[in-house]
């Protein structure tokens, strides 16, 4: 693994390496070298599989930080590759030229995160959501759902809730006086 | 959002000689009657040959095979040896319009809700819904969810709930006898309080299926 | 006889064979349940889903061909039920027959799957239009054989008259045309197998396949027409092989007892085989049923 990094070292600067087991590691790299990193790591190193590309809202930090998780086959170990864009001008450059899945990938950030993919085949095309999803992008953490669902779906009344903590202090302390 | 609103929109057509026609889909590929009520819901009393047409209907209650959620893997028993639903005259039909009984089996999500809205209405009256399963009666586990619906009647006349996440096999059957026992007292009037209540229901749909790309009552 | 007499006596054959059709297909379900071991579904429940099915309270149409194709369907059937001697010797139940009358009952066969694919093709269901090309190409290729084994009866007794080839039978079992033209009998079998529609031909009705084939956008009264030709079709053809070449009957027992083990060869058939495709079905007709049915007509001439 060790020599993959030096290897990619060459080209590409590495901002930062968690090693989580020995065969998976997470690098985090810059928002411009992001693409050349991952294609040095298709077709010198081997990590010639996509297993999956998903994002992650930071948002007390303002930013988006995107994962692509690579896959080497013949030795069976996995590289995480992790880039941080700007939570509000959230835009990345497309992979669909180094593996076609990876449009399915993108239209699913687009549509449930508001990450825009420039050049990405069908990316602006309703996905998931029905066609007439005027609200923000629901994956986001500052999109409250529960407030959502109950200001337009009617939600029938009487509807109450049974927190198991609280369940189980009263059958266990029965005499104790809740407030 | 890119959506299928081109489909609808006005166009030209060429016919066969090459001459050109003007469509209007909404207006020409569609019929925009709106439904009425039937004479049997006006009627104060059943006389005898409505009885006897509604313990027909109870007795041979036809089934769209449509699971919509969770629940068709709980309906879906029912055709099986071991609870066998055909033995009280319950059969399952592939096309809505020869159905009598929509089952909504679990949540809608807004996609699906199109669909069921538009195969219950292409059902000829007298017309059955039952809901399967908490999240038709308050949105169940789904209830905080962005994409499903709370509360099914809002948009569809539900005559028989069947509780639980997910209900046995047993409860359907259950769900189903207190289906027939309603239809055979008469009061089996879905489709009647939907073409009453018309209005109301559309404006339902139409505030939560923001783009409505459908006719206003799909016959 | 008097006119009012024949008519009378028409509807009362109608009446019977639309009962013992209804009652042979919930026996039929009922057997098919049987032996999938389950209860079943009741064998009454026809009656229930037709009184059902008129009762409904509105109605979609898609034009005039699309209330005819139903129609033509239940004409197909009536007029072969009252175009075939059914009792012979009876001259109340030989209803309409007349001599010659063996082609026009061939043009009833397939005079209904006409009307039927035109009418759904009406309604402008993509999937009716599928049920129907399947349909229509797989009734042409059953009834290839069908007709070589008429003919071949025909030729065989020299004569068109179903009444002559029913009295040329008669006087103990081995003078059935079964047994007296084995190849023709064989054969007449097997295109029977097509024209039910059964397992394994029944993908043109299959609900798995394509929704319901041709009858997809029929509902209500239409579909209750439909319902009550599903039950007097299947058994006026099967009295057509019983009179053919299972010696016809002189008794409406005996007839309904014969039409019965006949109808049982297709359910028995349908029960243990899996479904064809329209492809392979075809390519089977065209097999050994063809095969067989030329080989009746040269045997004819030359044994």
Known sequence: ?179 | MRSNDDFLSKKIVYGPEGDEIEVDPIRDYYCDAVPQVSKEYKRAYPGIIDRFKNWARSESIWILAYGSGCGAIEMRPLMTPKYDAYQYGIQWRPTPRQANLLMVSGYLSLKTLRIVIRAYEQMPSPKYVMGLGSCTINGGMYYDSYNTINRLDYYLPVDVYVAGCMPRPESLLDGLELLKKLIREGQGLGADIYAEKFEWYKANQKKILKSWNMPDYSW | MSWTLRILYALLTLFIIMNVGLLLNGVTRKIYARVNRRVGIRFYQPYIDLVKNYSLTNLVTHGVMFYLGPIFRLTSGVGLILFIPLIYGSQGFSNFSFSGDAVLILYFLFFGTLGMALGSGESGQPHSAIGVARGLAQVTAAEIPLVLSFLSVFIQYQSLSITEIVGAQQGGILQWTFFTNPLAGITALLAFLGSMMRSPFDVVLAPQEIPIGPPTEYHGAFLGVLQTNRAIFPVAKTILYVNLFFGGAVSWPALILKAFLLYMWSVVVGTVFPRYRVDQSIRWFLKVPLALGLLSIVCIHFC
């Open chain 1, 1 to 179: 693994m060790q020599q993959i990094l030096d290897a990619l070292k060459q080209s590409v600067m590495i901002e930062d390496v968690r090693t989580q087991r020995d065969d998976l590691i997470f690098i985090t790299v810059s928002e411009t070298q992001a693409v050349s990193a991952i294609t040095h790591l298709r077709d010198r190193a081997n990590f010639t599989h996509l297993v999956i590309l998903t994002a992650v809202d930071w948002l007390e930090d303002g930013l988006f930080q995107l994962t692509y998780l690579l896959n080497n086959p013949v030795e069976k170990t996995d590289i995480g590759v992790r880039v941080m864009i700007d939570r509000e001008k959230a835009r990345m450059e497309s992979i669909h030229h180094l593996w076609p899945a990876a449009a399915t990938y993108q239209r699913e950030l687009r549509e449930m995160f508001g990450i825009s993919f420039p050049g990405s085949p069908r990316v602006n095309e309703t996905f998931i959501l029905d066609e007439g999803w005027d609200g923000p992008p629901p994956y986001r953490r500052d999109f409250d759902t529960l407030k959502y669902s109950e200001e337009t779906y009617f939600p029938r009344p009487g509807r109450s809730t049974n927190d198991p903590a609280e369940y189980m202090k009263s059958m266990l302390y029965p005499e104790v006086d809740n407030d």
